[in-house]
C-alpha cells in the first residue's frame, strides 16, 4: 500500500471549516483513499473513502485531486468534538493480502 | 447490532504470565485485524485474517499468537507477557472484499509488571 504524508498537528476555530491534507504521490490506480478518526484513547472511527471523484457524507466532504496524489478531508463546520487524531490511509479495496497500516496522523485541536 | 466486542476492557498481569484477549463481531465480516497502540503513538498491526481458517502476520507480530476458527472471533493470545507488551489493544473488522471501513472495538487496556 502506497505511504501517506500528513501534517502533525493543526488547529481550528470553531464553527469553521477543517482542512485536513494528505500526501499520497506513489498511489496506485487501485488504491483507495481512507480516513479515519481517533478521539481520545477510543477506537478509531471510519469517517470516509473514495477512489477518484469528491465523495461527501454525513460527517466530511473527501476532494482529491485530479491526478490522485492529494487528498483533503473537510469537516464542514468544526466543533469541539472534532477534536482527535485524523488518520489518512490508502489501500487495495480488494485483494487477499489485505491489511491496513495506520501512521502518525494529523492530530486537529478544535478551538473555541 | 453489537459491531466489534472486545474483551477484558483492562488487565494487568505479571511478567510470563499468558492469556487471551477476546474478539468478537456481528456483522458477519471476513477480515479482522489486530492492532496495538502505544501512548503517544499510532497503530501497529499485530496480526490479520482475511476469512475462517487463515491468518497471516503485520507489523510486529513477534509475542502473539492468533486463530480464526469462526467468522465471528478472532483472539490474540500472549504467550509469555513481557513489559513491552504494555499498550491497548484494538480489535477491526472489515466487510473485506470491496471498499468497506474498518469497525473498530472499544479496545482493552493491558498493563504488564
Known amino acids: 500500500d502506497a505511504k501517506t504524508t500528513q501534517p502533525t498537528s493543526m488547529d481550528c476555530a470553531e464553527g469553521r471549516a477543517a482542512n485536513l491534507p494528505c500526501n499520497h504521490s506513489?498511489?496506485?490506480?487501485?488504491?483507495?483513499v481512507y480516513w479515519y478518526r481517533q478521539i481520545h484513547s477510543q477506537g478509531p472511527q471510519y469517517i470516509i473513502h473514495?477512489?477518484?471523484n469528491n465523495e461527501t457524507n454525513e460527517m466530511a466532504s473527501l476532494i482529491i485531486t485530479e491526478d490522485r496524489k492529494s487528498s483533503t478531508l473537510i469537516l464542514p463546520h468544526a466543533t469541539l468534538r472534532d477534536t482527535a487524531v485524523y488518520y489518512c490511509?490508502?489501500?487495495?479495496?480488494?485483494?487477499?493480502?489485505?491489511?491496513?497500516?495506520f501512521g502518525a496522523g494529523t492530530r486537529l485541536f478544535v478551538k473555541a | 447490532n453489537a459491531g466489534v466486542t472486545q474483551t477484558p476492557k483492562f488487565q494487568v498481569l505479571k511478567t510470563g504470565q499468558s492469556m487471551t484477549l477476546q474478539c468478537a463481531q456481528d456483522?458477519?465480516?471476513?477480515?479482522m485485524s489486530w492492532y496495538r497502540q502505544d501512548p503517544g503513538m499510532g497503530l501497529r498491526l499485530i496480526h490479520y485474517?482475511?476469512?475462517?481458517?487463515?491468518?497471516d502476520q503485520g507489523e510486529v507480530p513477534n509475542g502473539y499468537n492468533v486463530s480464526r476458527s469462526t467468522t465471528e472471533d478472532f483472539p490474540l493470545r500472549l504467550l509469555s507477557a513481557a513489559p513491552s507488551q504494555t499498550s491497548v489493544y484494538f480489535c477491526?473488522?472489515?466487510?473485506?472484499?470491496?471498499?468497506?471501513?474498518?469497525?473498530f472495538g472499544s479496545g482493552t487496556r493491558l498493563t504488564v509488571v
Open positions: 477491526a473488522s472489515s466487510q473485506g472484499r470491496g471498499v468497506g471501513g474498518y469497525t
Open positions: 506513489t498511489i496506485s490506480g487501485n488504491e483507495y
Open positions: 473514495g477512489l477518484k
Open positions: 490511509i490508502v489501500r487495495v479495496a480488494d485483494t487477499g493480502g489485505f491489511k491496513t497500516i
Open positions: 456483522m458477519n465480516h471476513e477480515y
Open positions: 485474517s482475511v476469512g475462517a481458517g487463515i491468518t
